[in-house]
Every structure is written in C-alpha cells, then in structure tokens.
C-alpha cells in the first residue's frame, strides 16, 4: 500500500516536500517513481530511483529543480521540489515497479496522489 503525502498550495518559485510511504513493500519492486497528471493531460513521469543503488532519473522539465532520494529503513520516497512553476502544478502518485520506465504503464503498484498547486 503506497500512501504520498505533502502537496498544497505554493507561490512560484517555492518548495514543497513529498513523501511516499509504502508499507508491505512487494520484494520485486526495485524501483520507485513519481509521476504527475495536470487537468486534461496524460499522467507523466516525473521522476524514479533504484532502492538498492539510488540511482535517479528525472524528466527533463524538473532536472536541476526536484530531488527524488529515499529511506530503505523506513520505505520511504521523497521528492523535494524547489523552484517549483505554476506548470508543475498537478495531481502527484508514487508508484513501486521493478524496472525504471517513463511509462505509467508499466508500474503495477499505485498509491493515491497528492495534489499540489502552484500560483503564479
């Protein structure tokens, strides 16, 4: 079960910190992910990282401005967003998979998203 946590309402230019819980982690899923879906658009991804390794991958439209990193200890994903634009504002799931893909596709596991809203 994937729990996110931590969206709201912020200004343009400031940050927000989401966590994703996963309790009862499937021993198959190596990867995490997040990925965000705006009014009237495809869900995206927006970035995934390796438990075992913490390699991270990131969409081009938030590298150099969120920070995707996790806690094995705790089975937890963050997503740290800075610099955040009124663009970014949309609806934000975790997602558990076993391979590192920008399709929604395929990763089995969701949890309910967290919406997070940026006013310009």
């Known amino acids: 079960q994937l729990q996110a946590f931590g969206g709201g309402l912020v200004q343009a230019g400031g940050s927000l910190r989401l966590s994703c819980a996963a309790s009862g982690r499937p021993f198959s899923s190596s990867v995490a992910g997040w990925f965000r879906q705006a009014p009237e658009k495809e869900r995206e991804f927006v970035a995934a990282?390796?438990?075992?390794?913490?390699?991270?991958y990131y969409a081009d439209s938030v590298k150099g401005r969120f920070t995707i990193s996790r806690d094995n200890a705790k089975n937890t994903v963050y997503l740290q967003m800075n610099s955040l634009k009124p663009e970014d504002t949309a609806v934000y799931s975790c997602?558990?998979?076993?391979?590192?893909?920008?399709?929604?596709?395929?990763?089995?596991?969701w949890g309910q998203g967290t919406e997070v809203t940026v006013s310009s």
């Open positions: 997602t558990l998979g076993s391979a590192v893909d920008r399709r929604p596709s395929e990763y089995p596991y």
């Open positions: 990282i390796r438990w075992g390794t913490s390699r991270t």
